[in-house]
């Protein structure tokens, strides 16, 4: 599997992270269509999602906001008239190291493109003049990133002072817009459940195509076929009052999805967001929450052949028996797509992964053998 010149992905097989967040090393010798990713609570599980986000996304700007500000990592920063604003602490991409911040550096073990994240000189001879002027006329230090994929190179200015707002956010959309390479498209889900709005748009995408099959064998999975058709409603397209319905066997008028509880709500997610980003990549975090255990295998059945069918590469992390016990028959059961499931450890302040075929997993399961 490589990826693609025109942003399309067709998958990694293997993954390599250095000096990002949380993780100085770790190589992941081999990623599936569909990975999962096992591990004590701060070993890095959810790090590794960041970075395949961040990957997707070339490194672009708005990609690391939203990671920075999603994880409340942001400095307080003044603009020209000496309001109080949020922005992100990009220091925190960086993985701690003595005081130093090394270079990111984000891609397969092997051959294939990279993405490069460091400190570069302000006035080196590559910054473009429009930066370099910005920098010269601020009153405070700006320090600048360098962000790289492939052959593409664009620069990220950031400081704890703003002295123009506009003219910064300017010319990091101006910036941003230097790299060239088209982002993968991506999907990540979190611990939690989707909000009904996002849940809404998601339907949107799929609504009368071929892909709302998808997201009904989803519900079926929790409710058999007593449930029919699928609607999104609200008054404001894009306002807070939108929220997904579906007609229930029994019931003379559709009821609200998140009536029907974490279960039906969390897989239907899981399946549009499985139809929203075909040829490209998702991200579940803790993929067993809102599931029970007895739906395991038939839920990650449904990941399995969705992700192979769509060309959606999946990583997804959990702390879950039963999910892995799951994993491992559904993997058994789709012999000819590639299922894999890797432990995250850590000793003596390094993050290692232990991988696990589709044999060892199943043999795993019969045995009872502790994974996790």
Same mark, same amino acid.
């Given at each position: 599997?490589?990826?693609?010149?025109?942003?399309?992905?067709?998958?990694?097989?293997?993954?390599?992270?250095?000096?990002?967040?949380?993780?100085?090393?770790?190589?992941?010798?081999?990623?599936?269509?569909?990975?999962?990713?096992?591990?004590?609570?701060?070993?890095?599980?959810?790090?590794?999602?960041?970075?395949?986000?961040?990957?997707?996304?070339?490194?672009?700007?708005?990609?690391?906001?939203?990671?920075?500000?999603?994880?409340?990592?942001?400095?307080?920063?003044?603009?020209?008239?000496?309001?109080?604003?949020?922005?992100?602490?990009?220091?925190?991409?960086?993985?701690?190291?003595?005081?130093?911040?090394?270079?990111?550096?984000?891609?397969?073990?092997?051959?294939?493109?990279?993405?490069?994240?460091?400190?570069?000189?302000?006035?080196?001879?590559?910054?473009?003049?429009?930066?370099?002027?910005?920098?010269?006329?601020?009153?405070?230090?700006?320090?600048?990133?360098?962000?790289?994929?492939?052959?593409?190179?664009?620069?990220?200015?950031?400081?704890?002072?703003?002295?123009?707002?506009?003219?910064?956010?300017?010319?990091?959309?101006?910036?941003?817009?230097?790299?060239?390479?088209?982002?993968?498209?991506?999907?990540?889900?979190?611990?939690?459940?989707?909000?009904?709005?996002? $849940?809404?748009? +998601?339907? /949107?995408?799929?609504?009368? &195509?071929?892909?709302? @099959? !998808? =997201? %009904?064998?989803?519900? #079926?999975?929790?409710?058999?076929?007593?449930?029919?058709?699928?609607?999104?409603?609200?008054?404001?397209?894009?306002?807070?009052?939108?929220?997904?319905?579906?007609?229930?066997?029994?019931?003379?008028?559709?009821?609200? $999805?998140?009536? +029907?509880? /974490?279960?039906?709500?969390? &897989?239907?997610?899981? @399946? !549009? =967001? %499985?139809?929203?980003? #075909?040829?490209?990549?998702?991200?579940?975090?803790?993929?067993?929450?809102?599931?029970?255990?007895?739906?395991?295998?038939?839920?990650?059945?449904?990941?399995?052949?969705?992700?192979?069918?769509?060309?959606?590469?999946?990583?997804?992390?959990?702390?879950?028996?039963?999910?892995?016990?799951?994993?491992?028959?559904? =993997?058994?059961?789709?012999?000819?797509?590639?299922?894999?499931?890797?432990?995250?450890?850590?000793?003596?302040?390094?993050?290692?992964?232990?991988?696990?075929?589709?044999?060892?997993?199943?043999?795993?399961?019969?045995?009872?053998?502790?994974?996790?």
């Amino acid at each position: 599997m490589d990826e693609l010149a025109d942003g399309r992905h067709d998958g990694l097989d293997s993954l390599s992270i250095s000096g990002f967040r949380g993780i100085g090393q770790l190589a992941i010798p081999r990623l599936g269509r569909v990975t999962l990713i096992a591990g004590k609570n701060g070993v890095g599980k959810t790090t590794v999602l960041d970075a395949l986000r961040v990957y997707a996304a070339r490194g672009r700007f708005d990609a690391l906001r939203e990671l920075l500000i999603g994880r409340e990592e942001w400095t307080t920063m003044r603009d020209e008239d000496g309001d109080r604003i949020n922005a992100p602490a990009f220091d925190r991409l960086f993985h701690q190291n003595n005081g130093t911040r090394p270079t990111i550096e984000i891609g397969p073990i092997e051959d294939g493109p990279t993405l490069k994240i460091s400190d570069v000189d302000n006035f080196g001879p590559d910054i473009p003049e429009e930066l370099r002027d910005f920098i010269l006329e601020s009153e405070e230090e700006v320090k600048v990133l360098s962000v790289g994929f492939d052959d593409a190179r664009s620069f990220l200015p950031w400081s704890d002072v703003v002295l123009d707002r506009r003219r910064y956010f300017r010319i990091l959309r101006s910036l941003n817009r230097e790299i060239s390479a088209a982002p993968t498209r991506c999907e990540s889900l979190g611990p939690g459940l989707l909000k009904s709005t996002e $849940l809404a748009t +998601l339907w /949107d995408e799929v609504a009368l &195509t071929d892909y709302e @099959a !998808l =997201a %009904l064998r989803a519900l #079926r999975l929790v409710f058999g076929d007593r449930v029919g058709p699928v609607a999104a409603i609200g008054e404001d397209y894009r306002g807070s009052g939108r929220r997904v319905i579906v007609k229930v066997a029994d019931h003379t008028d559709p009821v609200p $999805l998140r009536s +029907l509880g /974490d279960g039906a709500t969390r &897989t239907f997610g899981v @399946a !549009l =967001a %499985l139809a929203n980003c #075909r040829d490209g990549i998702l991200l579940i975090d803790e993929a067993e929450n809102g599931i029970h255990y007895s739906l395991q295998s038939r839920f990650w059945k449904m990941v399995l052949r969705a992700a192979e069918r769509h060309n959606v590469q999946v990583v997804a992390t959990t702390h879950s028996k039963d999910c892995i016990d799951g994993f491992a028959v559904a =993997a058994a059961d789709c012999p000819d797509i590639s299922g894999n499931l890797v432990r995250l450890e850590r000793r003596n302040g390094k993050t290692r992964a232990v991988d696990y075929s589709k044999e060892e997993l199943e043999i795993a399961a019969e045995q009872n053998i502790e994974v996790r």
